[in-house]
């Protein structure tokens, strides 16, 4: 199912299926939406009659004009038009937002066109927030997974992650930010990574790794990122981040028996046979495996 019907679903109270429910509880919004969804609940929106309320209006001012004038009876109503205008503007200011939020789940990609016709393809389990509003004078995007950008010319181009700011001018390049893992790999022009305060400066084939709090310069002949032909492709990477990798191409959980994961792999994986990706990823590392639902074991031979 669609991110957009399965967030349709649950917004009209209907009953998810347990893979459904899996699906949502996984997206990056999951969380919001669920905040929302509780506030809302809680605001309890009262019938207001417009007559009955102008004359009771209409009375009071009576009563305040034989107290204080008509001075008093200005205060009050410049009270309460203060209180209405506060409480639309606390509405909308929580349920309103210019920002656009695009998410993949997991085992599927997806590509967006930025209001500039740059174009992003966003690998499984990512999403990008960004605003249309000033975009040509502000063009921000935030990442959080793993996305390919086709930069279209003009002024600064910024990303933000959790690790680090990327900055181009017009490009193509790729950002992969994990938990313990980022990288960026530029395949046209020049990026400029920040990354705890220091500045380098990517020229088009170099690569910009930190794992594990480890950083690594590299080098790639590749013009882009093979994912987006999907297929996985890694280069003295921790073993441990080819599985997970793995688990959101395939929706698969990954299990190891006396493995370690963190011995060093080289090779690829495709997107599209379960079997010859397990095959790719166990027959170099000397592993058996076993296919239990979405269950996966690799043991030693």
Same mark, same amino acid.
């Given at each position: ?10 917004? !009209? &109270?209907? #009953? ?11 997206? %990056?919004?999951? !969380?919001?939406?669920?905040?929302? @969804?509780? +506030? ?5 929106? =009262?019938?207001?009659?417009? %007559? ?36 639309? /503007? ?17 085992? #599927? ?8 016709? +740059? ?17 040509? &004078?502000?063009?921000?995007?935030? *990442? ?5 950008? !086709? ?37 046209? /022009? ?12 990517? =020229? +088009? /084939? ?10 690594? &310069? ?6 882009? =990122? &093979?994912?987006? !032909?999907?297929? @996985?492709?890694?280069?003295?990477? =921790? ?9 959101? #191409?395939?929706?698969? +959980?990954? @299990?190891?028996?006396?493995?370690? #994961? ?35 074991? *690799?043991?030693?031979?």
């Amino acid at each position: 199912m669609k991110k957009k019907d399965l967030i349709k679903k649950w917004l !009209d &109270n209907e #009953q998810l299926t347990t893979l459904e429910s899996e699906a949502f509880k996984s997206l %990056d919004a999951y !969380d919001s939406y669920i905040k929302i @969804s509780e +506030t809302a609940k809680r605001i309890d929106t =009262p019938k207001y009659d417009t %007559d009955s309320g102008l004359k009771d209006l209409k009375v009071k001012l009576e009563e305040r004009k034989t107290i204080k004038g008509s001075k008093s009876a200005l205060n009050i109503l410049i009270r309460i038009a203060a209180i209405f205008v506060l409480g639309i /503007g606390a509405y909308f200011t929580f349920f309103t937002t210019d920002i656009t939020s695009v998410n993949t789940l997991v085992s #599927q990609k997806t590509s967006i066109e930025l209001p500039d016709q +740059t174009i992003v393809r966003l690998n499984a389990l990512s999403s990008i927030d960004y605003k249309k509003k000033d975009w040509e &004078n502000n063009r921000e995007v935030k *990442l959080d997974g793993e996305a390919y950008f !086709d930069v279209a010319k003009g002024k600064k181009f910024d990303v933000i992650t959790s690790s680090g700011i990327i900055s181009v001018l017009g490009t193509e390049f790729n950002i992969k930010q994990r938990e313990n893992y980022f990288e960026v790999v530029c395949y046209e /022009g020049l990026v400029r990574v920040t990354y705890k305060e220091n500045i380098i400066d990517l =020229p +088009t /084939g170099k690569v910009f790794k930190v794992i594990q709090n480890k950083v690594i &310069n590299d080098n790639t002949s590749l013009i882009k =990122p &093979n994912w987006t !032909d999907n297929r @996985s492709t890694f280069s003295s990477i =921790p073993y441990i981040y080819i599985l997970k990798e793995f688990e959101r #191409q395939y929706n698969v +959980t990954i @299990s190891t028996k006396n493995i370690d #994961q963190n011995k060093l792999f080289t090779g690829n994986f495709v997107h599209s046979d379960i079997q010859t990706a397990l095959q790719s990823i166990t027959i170099p590392m000397r592993l058996k495996y076993e296919i239990k639902n979405n269950n996966v074991t *690799l043991y030693k031979e």
